[in-house]
């Protein structure tokens, strides 16, 4: 029995299918942002700036790594987040990720952070520095109404800083891990499109942030 | 005269078991004396240390499922002795957190953590505790509710729960039963915030406590259900930190 289970490993670890995504620019696609290959801290980065257009948030604001179908595994990424000069007093450093996008853009999961409120004094603000969300029907205001508390939490983070994100997507279940911690700061147990939706992954940003995005890995299972 | 001297006694052996209900039985735990106020207790050996350890004495205070905030969240800690001022400063401890198996109740989740600034008639006190069973849970409003403050006697958690925004008094820790978790509460003036485990940044905090009471007692408070373990208790006082304010944007 052993032995099978460890040839099972051996197989499933073969067909797991590990990339590092290489940022370049025919590799992706700006989708409502403006996006440039850049050189920060001596490290090849995406920056991404959402669109002045688009007014909504929580919106397909994003770049789109090409030639990706992806249902099931681990999303890894390093991001940062400043914010730009002319941001709204509301903006939060919104950054993160949208995952199994459908090829109109018109249907995805998503992640992000509010770094900005990661240390605040205001418990509840802290309460909200992740966000799940999907598009185009659970966005962050309809959910914190209709289950507050069910799809954000909190995490320390900060701006300016490289924040490792890591989600693990399991058919229905999608769990968040920043930087090191063992413990998953997000666990969604219900994602909005189903647990057999796949598609395209991407690097989103929302209002106020200039978003820099590096080190993407993404492991197909 | 022998009638009378039992007599005596009789009234002398009263007055004691009247003193030990009113003070409560006092143990000590290295340099520190602890009084057991509603609940039981021993200092044991623990995994190789002399450890303070606690349950809610549910006689001395009782449970009713029917009025679960009124019946939790009282006065059953252990009153750290002698320091009868602590206003503002740091609360450190290790607190390791088991269940009662028979479970009392079904919702148990391993409530343990702090009081502080404790009247002296225990009629009013600050608390920060923990939900550990709900740490590590799958479930991400539980996980939300893994820490919780409340007021004593006017904001209990239920109260907190339904008159202010979900999450103000409430959240996540990634603590868990049956391990050893470090507690740090910084209290300066009206604000509380808590470390959980040397994390360099508080992973809670309180901005505005709601308690009138601004200094009093330490103690270590376990609820129903709870067999909670306690070492290394450090409390230090401060003075005053003045903050400075800080525009705040609500609503996102």
């Not at chain 1, 197989?11 to 620019?25: C, G, P, R, W």
């Not at chain 1, 490792?164 to 700061?185: G, H, M, V, W, Y």
């Not at chain 2, 106020?37 to 009713?64: C, H, M, W, Y």
């Not at chain 2, 893994?146 to 006697?153: C, E, H, R, T």
Request: contains cysteine; charged residues 25%.
């Amino acid at each position: 029995m052993n032995k099978l289970l460890f040839i099972l490993a051996i197989i499933l670890s073969i067909n797991s299918n590990a990339q590092t995504i290489k940022l370049d620019s025919n590799r992706l696609e700006a989708v409502n942002v403006s996006m440039s290959i850049e050189k920060l801290m001596g490290n090849k980065v995406v920056k991404v700036i959402k669109d002045s257009s688009v007014k909504e948030v929580d919106e397909p604001t994003f770049v789109k790594i090409k030639g990706i179908n992806f249902k099931n595994g681990t999303i890894e990424v390093k991001v940062l987040s400043m914010l730009l000069k002319n941001a709204p007093d509301f903006a939060r450093g919104f950054i993160g990720v949208a995952f199994r996008i459908n090829d109109s853009n018109t249907k995805y999961e998503s992640i992000y952070l509010r770094p900005v409120n990661a240390r605040v004094d205001d418990q509840v603000r802290r309460n909200h520095s992740i966000q799940y969300y999907s598009y185009p029907d659970y966005k962050f205001d309809r959910l914190r109404k209709e289950s507050p508390e069910r799809y954000e939490s909190y995490a320390d983070m900060e701006m300016n800083k490289w924040i490792t994100i890591r989600i693990e997507i399991k058919d229905a279940q999608a769990k968040l891990f920043i930087n090191k911690n063992q413990q998953p700061s997000l666990v969604v147990n219900d994602l909005k499109h189903s647990a057999n939706a796949s598609g395209a992954i991407a690097l989103w940003v929302d209002i106020g942030t200039e978003g820099y995005f590096k080190d993407v890995k993404i492991i197909n299972q | 005269m022998k009638y009378k001297s039992i007599n005596l006694l009789l009234i002398a052996f009263g007055m004691f078991l009247c003193s030990f209900a009113a003070f409560g039985q006092k143990l000590r735990l290295k340099n520190q004396e602890f009084e057991l106020k509603n609940v039981t207790g021993s200092i044991i050996k623990f995994q190789g240390q002399k450890v303070l350890k606690i349950e809610r004495d549910l006689k001395a205070i009782p449970f009713d499922v029917n009025r679960i905030e009124a019946t939790v969240d009282e006065p059953h800690y252990a009153r750290l002795v002698g320091l009868d001022d602590f206003e503002n400063g740091t609360i450190e401890v290790k607190m390791y957190s088991q269940l009662q198996n028979p479970a009392p109740y079904p919702g148990i989740a391993g409530f343990i953590g702090v009081f502080f600034r404790v009247q002296e008639n225990d009629s009013a006190f600050e608390s920060i505790y923990l939900r550990p069973k709900v740490g590590r849970v799958n479930n991400q409003m539980f996980r939300n509710h893994a820490v919780q403050y409340f007021s004593y006697p006017h904001a209990k958690f239920e109260t907190l729960r339904k008159n202010y925004p979900p999450g103000s008094y409430e959240g996540s820790a990634p603590v868990a039963l049956n391990e050893w978790i470090k507690m740090r509460i910084e209290v300066n003036s009206e604000t509380a915030e808590m470390f959980i485990n040397d994390m360099k940044y508080s992973s809670f905090i309180v901005d505005k406590m709601l308690g009138k009471n601004k200094k009093g007692y330490v103690g270590l408070y376990v609820d129903i259900g709870t067999i909670g373990y306690f070492k290394d208790l450090k409390v230090t006082k401060k003075v005053l930190k003045v903050k400075h304010d800080v525009e705040k944007v609500k609503d996102i």
